[in-house]
């Protein structure tokens, strides 16, 4: 990497920076700005005695200036302590520790279903080899874009399982018990992104290198995995973020359909239960991993594609 | 020899997916049609509920409850014996109340933030934008889940939420615009011929820099009824016993086993808005193109 490269590098890496802090920030302040008494907003719903008040206050430093407890926070989210949830009476890096397994498995069946499904269809049904089938999917990916995913989930849920009896109701029982979550997490995903990838390798058809490489005989597949698609990969690494945000936001809600444990029975029980501290933290470790995951995905495009890099 | 046949069709694609741009709109014709004739029916749905379903949606039937679709109760009743179509049409009101509300938040903070950062001067600008990149930054849902944790599940928090997360994208584009238009050369010479800057901040910078923002809001508008019901459905927006259709997919769910209508009816009726505010947003988006080409 030259020097140019690096500067560009470190560029994006201090603006994720600042976003982050900017995201700890506002999270920090949208409590404080909560109407009514701070140590109220922090308990919620748990218990309520003089002692926990005044953990309360010693932990968050509120009975200090107020600039000292905004960077003691800062200090102590930079440390990986997220502080106790008073609702559950534990650390909340343990609560949510426990809890990330199912829902990172779940993810990731989801995010790597979700990739493979859009570039078969964005392969399959890219130029204009196949009109109606083409026709057929861009109308599916409509309709699975505009589902509510919970939606997908119980329609999943009524025919293979209280129907057929081919999956598991509830619970996360085994593998077979994965499945339906995973494809219902997967479907939007593959539907918006089965989208983008198509139009950016209808683009990269257009492109006079496509040319090329027909007229030196190259095979229409090859041609399309090779050149085509790989053109349009790009774009959709810009994605990344999207992706993430949609599987942690999907993940609350699916669980909740299939009745898995994972972060997003957390969260829920978090915000019916008014626990800030666990909200606060989910909010800000997701806001975190968009930003890494952001950064890593500009990354990625700097250095795959020379273009930016020369700009 | 097989190669030159292979490669001449393939080849002719390049020519034919140029005009593909302008071919679809012939077909989306009748997708078009659709949309708005649901939506209309949506729309009187909203306005005079009655006029499509005259009984009471929280009228409850002890001796008719969870019955199946039938000429009577053509969308079937639920655990209580109510019209699930009676209530699927009462509820549009409120869902659409919702997603119109939000949008409207959404639409003007975004204009008037966007406006604000591409008018002021670096500081002002990059302290907006960065918020508003952080913003970006948390979740969608998370994010309105947090300030509902905060201010309490209910219709106006969900209003709100929805409106401040979907916010940020109507002030990028805004605050992008605003500053293309404010170094075009007709605001340059407003500018010399001494126009007072709200005059020329309304008269000629505004109108220029919302151009995408109506196809957004429209889009927009499809995104936020998908949220609020994402969010009533884990109970965060309006309450039972109200008919607003996440609610309603909520309630459903713990009879799925039973009377599948009383979810999947109501939950097809937000996929077909939302889809019909998509199919709308991208035709109009289309035409634009097309006229500023």
Redesign the interface.
């Known amino acids: 990497m030259g020097r140019v490269q690096l500067r560009a590098v470190l560029r994006r890496v201090a603006a994720g920076v600042?976003?982050?802090w900017?995201?700890a920030?506002?999270?920090y302040l949208?409590?404080l700005a909560?109407?009514g008494d701070t140590v109220d907003?922090l308990i919620g719903d748990g218990a309520d005695t003089p002692q926990i008040r005044a953990a309360i206050i010693a932990e968050w430093g509120l009975d200090r200036p107020a600039l000292l407890q905004y960077l003691d926070y800062l200090w102590r989210l930079a440390h990986g302590d997220l502080g106790r949830s008073y609702l559950l009476q534990r650390p909340v890096a343990e609560v949510i520790g426990e809890q990330l397994a199912p829902t990172l498995i779940l993810s990731l069946a989801a995010a790597t279903l979700g990739v493979l499904l859009a570039l078969i269809i964005a392969a399959v049904t890219a130029?204009?080899?196949r009109p109606w089938l083409r026709?057929l999917s861009s109308g599916t990916e409509?309709?699975l874009?505009?589902?509510?995913?919970?939606?997908i989930g119980?329609?999943l849920?009524?025919v293979l399982s209280?129907r057929l009896g081919l999956f598991p109701?509830a619970g996360d029982a085994g593998p077979r018990a994965l499945v339906l979550p995973a494809v219902t997490l997967a479907l939007p995903i593959a539907g918006l992104l089965a989208q983008v990838l198509r139009d950016g390798v209808?683009r990269a058809?257009?492109e006079p290198f496509?040319?090329t490489a027909?007229?030196r005989?190259l095979?229409?597949g090859v041609?399309l995995a090779r050149h085509a698609l790989r053109h349009a990969l790009l774009p959709a690494v810009t994605l990344a973020?999207w992706l993430?945000?949609?599987l942690?936001?999907?993940a609350?809600?699916i669980e909740?359909?299939f009745g898995r444990p994972g972060l997003g029975q957390v969260?829920?029980t978090?915000?019916?239960g008014?626990d800030?501290p666990v909200?606060?933290a989910?909010?800000t470790l997701?806001?975190a991993v968009?930003?890494v995951v952001?950064t890593a995905a500009d990354l990625v495009s700097l250095l795959v594609d020379p273009r930016l890099r020369r700009s | 020899m097989t190669v030159t046949l292979d490669g001449l069709p393939a080849g002719a694609t390049v020519t034919t997916s140029g005009q593909a741009a302008t071919r679809p709109r012939r077909r989306l014709d009748i997708g078009l049609l659709a949309a708005g004739a649901y939506l209309t029916v949506l729309l009187v749905a909203v306005l005079w509920p009655a006029a499509l379903a005259p009984g009471d949606p929280l009228a409850a039937d002890p001796r008719n409850v969870l019955s199946a679709p039938d000429s009577g109760h053509w969308f079937g009743t639920d655990n209580l014996g109510r019209d699930v179509w009676t209530r699927v049409v009462h509820g549009a009101g409120h869902s659409i109340t919702i997603a119109v509300a939000a949008t409207a938040i959404a639409v003007g903070g975004g204009v008037l933030l966007g406006l604000l950062a591409g008018l002021t001067h670096r500081v002002a600008d990059e302290t907006l934008s960065r918020t508003l990149d952080a913003l970006s930054a948390f979740p969608t849902l998370l994010l309105a889940m947090l300030f509902i944790a905060i201010v309490g599940p209910g219709t106006v928090s969900l209003i709100i939420a929805i409106g401040l997360v979907t916010l940020p994208r109507h002030a990028r584009v805004v605050r992008g615009l605003t500053q293309l238009v404010r170094r075009c050369g007709y605001v340059e010479q407003a500018v010399t011929f001494g126009l007072s800057r709200p005059r020329l901040v309304l008269r000629h910078i505004l109108p220029n820099a919302i151009g995408p923002i109506p196809v957004l809001a429209v889009i927009g508008l499809g995104e936020a009824v998908l949220i609020a019901a994402g969010l009533s459905f884990l109970g965060m927006g309006p309450q039972p016993p109200s008919p607003e259709w996440g609610a309603m997919l909520s309630e459903g769910r713990n009879y799925l086993h039973v009377a599948w209508w009383m979810t999947i009816l109501p939950g097809l009726a937000v996929t077909a808005t939302v889809v019909s505010l998509t199919v709308l947003g991208r035709h109009w988006q289309r035409r634009l193109d097309g006229r500023q080409r």
């Open positions: 600042v976003v982050l900017v995201a920030t506002a999270a949208a409590v909560a109407p907003t130029g204009d080899r026709r409509l309709l874009v505009s589902t509510p995913p919970f939606l119980l329609v849920l009524s209280f109701v209808d058809l257009d496509v040319l027909r007229a005989g095979r229409e041609v973020g993430f945000g949609t942690l936001g999907g609350v809600i909740q359909v969260t829920l978090a915000v019916t008014k800030m909200v606060l989910v909010v997701s806001a968009y930003v952001n």
